[in-house]
Every structure is written in structure tokens, then in C-alpha cells.
């Protein structure tokens, strides 16, 4: 990082008003985050000012929705979202980058595709605690018993597919949560592609094949970074 300039400042403006800051600062080895850092703990709020030294950055995530693209940074303490719009965006996203690649690997369950495998263990605690609520409970048992269920069943998924990814990451080093998010996101696109379909047609099919071609790509990826 010989080439690279003492500091780079990043600022943009905030959803709700005011100016969200990055500053790395080369000399003390610092980054500083003023209004879009976020720490690892349940029901964490964004924190005002942040700052860890620079080998605290563990990975940087470039994620592109449909009128937004964003850049996620994740540190020893937590994550970090900067959008695209930001001044000196390119600058910061390559002098991060660069940091990454010297530093440790984050977790994979701190990964910002997470929350597509979140949704995914919802949906899967939903249709088992259906299926268990229609199989164990008797057909006279009130609809207070079915949300009771799924609210469970939801919670379980959630922390299944949590406990997943955290073991096959710390035991075999194996990434699940993009092959699964990229499985969701192509059943998503699937069953969009089902609503187009004649009637009497396996509609389920094209969110199979759509979960499979995703979880297919999601996997190819993943081969693809690990070279």
C-alpha cells in the first residue's frame, strides 16, 4: 500500500437526513466510521462514531440491487454500509479491498447475504410447522395453535440454518450462504416465472428448476473464489 494516499475520505448523505462518514487514515493505521457502522449484537442500532485500526477490516461485499449499489464492509466488531453515491466511492472501495485481502476471513455468518438464508429458514420452519400442526394436533384445535406453530417452526428454521453455516464454516471451511441465497433467489425467480404458466402445468417445477439453477450458479461462484 506504498502508492497509496495517507487518507481517504468517503462521506454521503443519509435516508433520514444528515452525512454518514468513512475516513482511513493510513498514518495511525485507523478507519474511522461516523454514522453507518453497525456492532455484532442482537438488535444493534447504527452506532454515531467508530473507529478500530485497520486490520480490523475483514472482508468487503459489493452488492447491487435494482436502483442501488452498495458496499459492504465487515470489521472484527461488526458491518458496515456505504452506498455508491458516496464521494471518493472507487478510492475507498479498492484501498478496502486491499486491507481485506491482507486480513483474516470474517465469518460466514456475518456475511450480507445472510438475511437470504434467514428467509429461507423461516420459510422452511413455516411448512413444517404446518405439516406438524395438520399431522399431530386434532382438526378441532383453534387457529391460535397453527400461529403458535409457525412462530416456533420460523424460529427453529432461522437457527438451523444459523447453526449450519456456522459449523460447516468453523469445522470444514465450507461457504453455504451463497449457494443457498442464490437457491432462494432463483426459486423467487422461478415461482415469478410459474405465474406466467398455463394452467395444468407443474407449476412447482419452475421453482425447482429455478432453486436448483441458483444453488448450481451460487456454487460455481464460491469454486470460482476459491482459486
Known amino acids: 500500500m506504498q502508492n497509496e494516499p495517507p487518507q ?17 487514515d493510513l498514518v495511525s493505521s485507523e478507519i474511522h466510521f461516523e454514522h453507518c457502522h453497525t456492532p455484532r449484537r442482537f438488535l444493534a442500532r447504527c452506532e454515531p462514531v467508530f473507529t478500530c485500526p485497520v486490520s480490523d477490516v475483514l472482508s468487503v461485499h459489493e452488492l447491487s440491487g435494482t436502483n442501488r449499489t452498495e458496499l459492504t464492509v465487515v470489521t472484527a466488531h461488526g458491518t458496515a454500509q456505504i452506498p455508491s453515491t458516496a464521494t471518493h466511492y472507487a478510492e475507498l472501495h479498492e484501498l478496502l479491498s486491499e486491507i481485506a485481502a491482507r486480513t483474516p476471513d470474517p465469518p460466514q455468518t456475518s456475511h450480507p447475504m445472510m438475511v437470504f438464508v434467514w428467509l429461507f429458514g423461516v420459510l422452511l420452519g413455516l411448512c413444517a410447522a404446518v405439516v406438524v400442526w395438520a399431522k399431530v394436533l386434532p382438526s378441532s384445535s383453534g387457529g391460535v395453535a397453527l400461529l ?11 437457527g438451523f ?11 470444514r471451511g465450507i461457504c453455504l450462504v451463497v449457494p443457498i441465497s442464490t437457491a432462494v433467489l432463483g426459486a ?40
Open 8 to 24: 481517504v475520505r468517503s462521506e454521503f448523505g443519509l435516508l433520514f437526513g444528515g452525512t454518514g462518514r468513512v475516513v482511513v
Open 161 to 171: 440454518l444459523h447453526l449450519t453455516i456456522f459449523l460447516a464454516d468453523r469445522l
Open 148 to 158: 403458535l406453530f409457525m412462530i416456533i417452526g420460523a424460529l427453529l428454521g432461522v
Open 188 to 227: 423467487a425467480l422461478g415461482a415469478a416465472v410459474a405465474v406466467w404458466l398455463q394452467k395444468g402445468y407443474p407449476r412447482i417445477l419452475a421453482v425447482i428448476i429455478g432453486l436448483a439453477i441458483g444453488a448450481l450458479v451460487g456454487i460455481i461462484r464460491e469454486l470460482r473464489d476459491q482459486k
